[in-house]
């Protein structure tokens, strides 16, 4: 079952702008995740934020969670070329169970030069 | 540390044929977890293993099974292969379970003629 939705789906901009994606999902978690996938290839853990967070950072990256929402964006500062790629969020429900961590379809983020 | 490993990369097969894929996750790892992902589906969770004992389970038929051995290395099997499970299957370590940090491996690429 697909529990987190990205939004857009897919984000152009130029080298130097911020890009921002969010992320919504249907029931109580205990923690989300962001990944970014590179073409096809394996999935890079980015930034893991608990239900009792509301932002966090790491380099360039900016996470917010919003549980009363169920909602998170992750924003890219400064982009470069390298984030193109496409970044999916995961989450885990409280009620643990047998989906291990439940992805979202992910937002194509693709970075102009 | 040495990264996730998948073998083989890249795999081509014919429909009722076997398919055994092989993960080994992170020295002092011992939870692996596996994924198919497709472009229909996106990432979907098929089980997780954690010293050697199957601990979680998604949603797929028992035609998908795995194991894991004594040193944490995995294996799926997939039998009977139908067109559909065409797919890039990931693999992914963690040292705190399948909702924590995962580490994936670059995939093994399936596809069933």
């Known amino acids: 079952s697909q529990q987190g939705e990205e939004d857009p789906q897919a984000l152009s901009i130029q080298e130097g702008e911020n890009a921002t994606m969010n992320c919504s999902y249907k029931?109580?978690?205990?923690?989300l995740q962001w990944y970014r996938q590179n073409s096809g290839r394996g999935l890079v853990h980015l930034i893991l934020?608990?239900?009792?967070?509301r932002e966090k950072h790491s380099g360039r990256l900016r996470v917010t969670l919003d549980t009363s929402k169920k909602s998170s964006s992750l924003l890219i500062t400064a982009s470069r070329a390298a984030d193109t790629a496409s970044y999916f969020c995961a989450t885990d429900a409280t009620g643990g169970g047998a989906d291990g961590l439940t992805f979202g379809k992910g937002t194509h983020l693709i970075i102009q030069p | 540390k040495a990264g996730v490993t998948q073998t083989p990369r890249y795999l081509i097969k014919t429909r009722g044929q076997q398919v055994t894929l092989s993960c080994s996750p992170i020295s002092g790892h011992r939870s692996v977890s596996w994924y198919q992902q497709t472009p229909g589906q996106g990432l979907q969770f098929l089980f997780e293993y954690f010293s050697e004992t199957q601990r979680n389970k998604g949603n797929f038929p028992g035609r998908f099974s795995g194991r894991q051995f004594s040193n944490s290395r995995s294996e799926m099997n997939v039998s009977t292969l139908e067109l559909g499970d065409s797919a890039l299957y990931l693999c992914?370590?963690?040292?705190?379970?399948?909702?924590?940090?995962?580490?994936f491996g670059p995939g093994t690429r399936l596809t069933v003629l």
């Open positions: 029931t109580s978690i205990n923690n």
């Open positions: 992914a370590s963690s040292s705190a379970g399948t909702y924590n940090e995962q580490f």
């Open positions: 934020i608990r239900s009792n967070e």
